[in-house]
């Protein structure tokens, strides 16, 4: 392994850039502030991109450093470079076998972790193996973390501080992945301090001790309870394992159990456990029926037993989503395709969306959020890449552990702390430098476990072609990743209102001549621009505020791009269902409602309604919620035929299709075929179909369909929404009750 003795004499050139990269890769969130955002989800798709981007340069630098260098290129099978890259490369592989094999290279723009998110991995940890290994770059890079970390912790805290508002993100959790980071590389520059004076007069196990204690108050600071409790258990384990390390009593019985207890193996199983019980949680305290809203107020007038009993409430509901969500995507594991290649990076939202109801969103205590995370990297690994994903994961966190307790002290405790919090929540691309950096502290001490891996793989490290053809596969996905994605984020960046009004003017009157130039990720972007103008026009019409025709001319253009996307065969279900929620909604207002400028574009897309119904349900069949707008307009024209057409196919996906029940009913009821109709309202009775209160569903006023009335009634109006016609539930309510009095 290189040490400060055999480390490399650098050019300048070479010199220049690696530091110059070193030190401002950090500040890659600077990204995030309102100033510098660049994209649809400005807060992290520039981020992504410059990432990509940054990269690409350093593979190119990298890939000169080590032509020049012979005794660097064994750090290239480093297990800790290598995992990323085989990560990397069998993300590219599972992507093949899937539907939109774009997202899934890139992943979710929300947080870009994808085949290339690895690739970035790799290369910066080079990067920082490089930069660390040399004693006279370590302060300034020390420097750099803390200002980095000092200054986005106070403007997120503090968003006035200055004389611009500098938000970053809408909550802080993320920058508990950052305090920790700083504290493994602190700890890992005062283990090398051995000789310093500093440390002759102040205990170095006491600093790094007290440096692990300053993590609660941070983590306190920013708000995340969760990251608070496993904090102060892993200390609490830390020294239930020093007093067994030390124990006096029963000395033999407390050797063998911290024999066992501190390890790599027994580390990486905790992880492992932490994750599990995050899914059996929902088994444990949720059956999937009821809601659970339970938040802690932090109300300090409330006695104290009732303020800690609503924080343990908060916690068990937070654990509870996150297992409740994973619960209901391992229903999806249903073949041996997914078991092995997944569903691919950035699924992970039209996997919830085909399978979660408005109702279920808002019992799991989630209201309408577009979920790109199940929160827990384990299970992201298993419904992304699958059970490889799994293996790799678990394989790169042993060897991080593996090489932590090699360098002893804190380190398999902060490394142990920082894969909880992998458990039960997600990191944004910028934290991959700092996470980097700490992994690079540990590959460059010289007896790094992971050298006797890298000794048998000496061929190929002493081999040229081997290790220049290795940086050139990664240096050509990240060139790639850098243009598709520079190219795609300018063109969403472009979509401002006065650039859409120009964009619709270019829509003929029997095809759209524009195409969403999202490189084929199945127009996610689309789904949420078309989601939130539809809410635009809507709160005109409910608010008696005005339309111009430009309104009618962007949202024309908008259905128009989606049937764009949609004749491609590569939509999102997200994208789908999105569509299908705007012509749901414009079917629920009677036409003389509408404005006359919008009447047209909605009796055009009513007739697109039963492809769009078909399409969703052949991919999503859970949704059948989505039918009860369409059978009860069809129901309110006299469509019965229509009716049994689009209920016969709902009913191949799913057995209890509880309003096509009710629907066909009236239909029997009007033909007088009584006894099929009372069959059949018995049916839709048992999954509460007649329990809807015609309060919830005449208006939206109280937010039933948002997420945020959460009583028993508006669980039944969220399942119901607000198209069912009120007079005719009342109609089979009283036609049950007078047929079993009749039939008595």
């Not at 350093?58 to 005794?71: C, S, Y």
């Not at 470079?81 to 094999?101: D, E, K």
């Not at 520059?189 to 196990?205: E, M, S, Y």
């Not at 404005?595 to 119904?613: A, G």
Request: charged share 15%; glycine share 4%; net charge neutral.
């Amino acid at each position: 392994m290189i040490s400060e003795k055999t480390n490399p004499e650098f050019n300048f050139m070479e010199t220049i850039f690696l530091k110059v990269s070193s030190l401002l890769m950090p500040w890659v969130i600077l990204g995030a502030i309102p100033r510098f955002q660049f994209g649809y989800w400005g807060q992290i798709e520039g981020q992504i991109v410059l990432t990509h981007i940054i990269c690409s340069l350093l593979a190119i630098n990298i890939l000169v450093v080590l032509f020049r260098h012979k005794q660097l290129r064994f750090i290239l099978w480093e297990p800790l470079i290598v995992i990323p890259v085989i990560l990397g490369l069998f993300s590219v592989f599972s992507a093949l076998f899937q539907r939109i094999p774009n997202l899934a290279l890139y992943g979710s723009p929300q947080l870009g972790q994808g085949a290339f998110w690895y690739f970035d991995l790799s290369i910066m940890t080079l990067l920082y193996f490089m930069v660390w290994s040399n004693k006279n770059w370590r302060i300034p890079l020390l420097i750099s973390i803390f200002s980095v970390i000092l200054f986005v912790t106070l403007f997120s805290l503090r968003p006035d501080l200055g004389q611009y508002q500098l938000w970053f993100f809408f909550f802080f959790d993320y920058l508990c992945f950052y305090g920790l980071a700083f504290i493994i590389i602190v700890a890992s520059f005062i283990n090398l301090q051995k000789k310093n004076l500093v440390f002759k007069i102040v205990n170095q196990r006491y600093f790094i001790i007290f440096l692990y204690i300053s993590l609660g108050p941070y983590f306190w600071v920013l708000k995340n309870e969760s990251a608070c409790l496993l904090w102060l258990l892993v200390g609490l384990f830390w020294l239930v394992v020093e007093i067994l390390k030390t124990g006096e009593i029963l000395k033999d019985i407390s050797r063998i159990i911290y024999i066992n207890l501190y390890s790599p193996k027994f580390f990486t199983f905790v992880i492992l456990l932490a994750s599990f019980c995050v899914l059996l949680s929902s088994f444990i305290y949720w059956d999937g029926t009821s809601s659970m809203d339970a938040s802690f107020s932090g109300d300090s007038t409330k006695p104290l037993w009732t303020q800690i009993t609503e924080l343990q409430l908060s916690h068990i509901s937070t654990l509870v989503a996150r297992g409740s969500i994973i619960r209901v995507l391992l229903e999806h594991l249903d073949s041996v395709k997914v078991f092995f290649v997944g569903y691919g990076w950035g699924n992970i939202s039209e996997l919830l969306i085909s399978s979660f109801t408005k109702e279920n969103f808002s019992q799991i205590n989630t209201g309408n959020r577009v979920h790109f995370h199940t929160h827990n990297e384990v299970f992201e690994h298993i419904f992304s890449i699958g059970a490889m994903g799994f293996v790799f994961y678990v394989l790169y966190a042993f060897h991080l552990l593996k090489n932590a307790f090699i360098r002893g002290s804190i380190f398999p405790y902060l490394w142990l702390l920082y894969f909880l919090l992998c458990c039960f929540w997600f990191q944004f691309i910028s934290s991959l430098p700092l996470l980097a950096l700490a992994t690079a502290t540990l590959i460059t001490n010289p007896n790094s476990y992971s050298d006797r891996y890298i000794k048998k793989l000496k061929y190929f490290g002493d081999n040229l072609y081997f290790s220049m053809s290795y940086l050139i596969v990664i240096l050509g996905f990240l060139v790639f990743a850098s243009v598709m994605g520079l190219i795609t984020t300018s063109n969403t960046q472009e979509f401002s209102p006065n650039r859409l009004i120009q964009l619709s003017k270019s829509v003929k009157s029997q095809s759209c001549s524009f195409s969403i130039r999202d490189f084929d990720r199945g127009g996610i972007h689309l789904s949420q621009m078309l989601d939130g103008y539809t809410t635009y026009i809507r709160n005109q019409i409910e608010s008696n505020e005005p339309l111009v025709k430009t309104d009618y001319d962007v949202m024309k253009w908008y259905l128009c791009a989606v049937d764009e996307v949609i004749a491609t065969k590569k939509a999102s279900i997200e994208l789908v269902n999105a569509d299908i929620n705007t012509v749901s909604y414009f079917s629920s207002i009677e036409p003389s409602d509408l404005r006359s400028n919008l009447t047209d574009l909605r009796n055009k897309y009513l007739n697109v309604w039963d492809d769009r119904i078909r399409l969703l349900l052949t991919f999503a069949p859970k949704r059948s919620d989505q039918i009860t707008p369409y059978v009860s307009t069809l129901l309110i024209n006299g469509k019965f035929g229509e009716i049994n057409k689009i209920c016969s196919f709902a009913r191949q996906f799913e057995r209890d299709v509880p309003y096509c029940d009710l629907a066909e009913a009236a239909i029997y009821i009007g033909n007088n075929e009584l006894d099929k109709a009372a069959f059949l309202i018995e049916r839709a009775d048992q999954s509460g179909a007649l329990d809807v209160e015609d309060k919830c569903i005449q208006t939206d006023s109280e937010g039933v369909l948002s997420g945020t009335f959460r009583s028993d009634v508006g669980q039944k109006c969220l399942k119901w929404q607000r198209y069912i016609d009120p007079k005719l539930i009342k109609v089979l309510r009283e036609f049950v009750k007078t047929y079993k009095e009749t039939n008595n």
